[in-house]
C-alpha cells in the first residue's frame, strides 16, 4: 500500500522555555553542579538520573588504558575544564558547558553538556556526547577561533574511535568544535564553496525501516522539489510530496559545505553498534558527485548536523501528515 501526499514547507522559528538561574551568576563548582541539576530536576519532566550529578575530576582517562608514565605525565599537562561561560550563539548572553558524570546501575556515565540561551530567558540543552558513547571521558578546554573570533572547544575523546586515532597514536581523539545557528559543527578553515544540484538522504534502521529524502533541483529557483519515502515494510511504504523553500534548505547546503563534504572519507565504521546507517548522496551543478555512507551514526559532529537537519524536515513532515489525515477524517475527502 502506497500512501501520497502533498507537503509545502516554509520558514518557521519556534524555542524551548525552561526559566533557570542566569549563567552569569554562576561563579562556583556548585553552582554549575546546582544549574544542572535544577534544569533537569525541575523540569516539567524531571529526569531523575541527573540527581547525583557532579562535575568530572579530569583523571578518569587514567584507568582506562596501560600508558607509560611518560605518556601519562604529558596528556596531564593538556588544559581541561570542568565548567565554562562563553557567548556560544551570539545573542551577547552567556551559555554554559559542563562536563560531568552520574552514576546509573552502579556504572560511571559521563556527559559533556552546553545550555545556550535563548531570547525568553531560558536555556537549550544540547548534549555534546552521543549516547552510545557515555561510558568514555570527554574532556574540553575552551578557544576561540582565528579570524573570526568566535568561541569554539577542544574535545579529548577517550573513546577508541577507529575513524579519528591521535596523531600520537595515543587512545583518544581530538575535535575542535563551535556552533553553526544552533547546530554543533567541527571547525573547518577551508569550507567548500560548490553549488548543488541534488542532495539524497538515506536513513536505513537496525528493524529494517528504510527513509529516504531527496531534495532535487537545487541550483534553480527560490524553492526545491522534495520527495520523503518511508518504507515499513515489504509492500508498505509512505510517499510525500512537495516544496521546500530556500530559506530553509540554504542552511543545508550551507552546512554541507562546511563539512569539507568533498574531502570526507567514503566510509565511516562504527565504533559501536549502531542502531542507524546513514548515506549522504550529493550531485553538484558541476557534474561531479560525492557519497557518504556512515556506519556510525555520526562520523562528525558536522555530518551529525546534517543528519539533525533531516531529522527535523521527517519530523515536520510527518506532522504533516499527521494534521492532514485528522482533517480529512473531520472534513472528508473535500478538505
Known sequence: ??????????????????????????????????????????????????????????????????????????ISKQPAHKWQTADFNFDKKEDLVVAGKKIIGGNVVYSMSIFLSDSNGGYKWVPVVPEEYQNYPYYFSLLMFPKIAVPGLRLVKWFPDINNQSSNGNPYSIDTIGFAQEYLVNYNSHPDSAIFKDVKFESLNFDGQRTIVELSDLDKGTSSPFRVVVYNKPGDSTVANGKITMDIYAQLLSTINYSGFKNLPDQFQANVNTPQTFILDVNYADGTKKKVTDYSAGGTYTLEAIYQWFGWLLDYTNQSIQQRRLERKRFGDTF
Not at 12 to 18: E, K, Q
Not at 27 to 50: G, Q, R, T
Open 1 to 74: 500500500m502506497i500512501r501520497k501526499l502533498l507537503i509545502v514547507i516554509f520558514s518557521f522559528s519556534s524555542s524551548i522555555l525552561l526559566a533557570q538561574k542566569q549563567v552569569e551568576k554562576l561563579h562556583s563548582d556548585e553552582d554549575a553542579v546546582k544549574f544542572v541539576k535544577d534544569y533537569f530536576l525541575k523540569s516539567d519532566n524531571p529526569d531523575y538520573s541527573w540527581k547525583n550529578f557532579q562535575l568530572v575530576d579530569g583523571d578518569e582517562w587514567k584507568g582506562l588504558y596501560n600508558l607509560s608514565q611518560n605518556i601519562i605525565d604529558s
